[in-house]
């Protein structure tokens, strides 16, 4: 009786934490010439999140639930 009860606590849980996180995505452009930068850096500023533009300039970055200050950066 024990295990259902667990099982089914541990699920709630799960579920409670996969709904505390969401995803920011785009793409990031010159906005000159329109073309996707590939390599460009992308950090929510205060914390210790980032992530890099893949060949097409799009990105993907996970964060807990908030307000943030993003930052992109391409040298």
Avoid at 16 to 23: D, I, R
Avoid at 51 to 63: K, Q, R
């Amino acid at each position: 009786m024990k295990k259902p009860i667990l099982l089914l606590l541990l699920l709630l849980l799960n579920s409670l934490f996969s709904f505390s996180q969401f995803t920011i995505s785009g793409k990031v452009i010159d906005a000159e010439t329109k073309e996707s930068l590939q390599g460009a850096s992308v950090f929510a500023l205060n914390t210790t999140k980032g992530t890099v533009t893949n060949s097409e300039g799009a990105f993907h970055l996970s964060l807990d639930k908030g307000g943030y200050d993003i930052s992109f950066s391409f040298t």
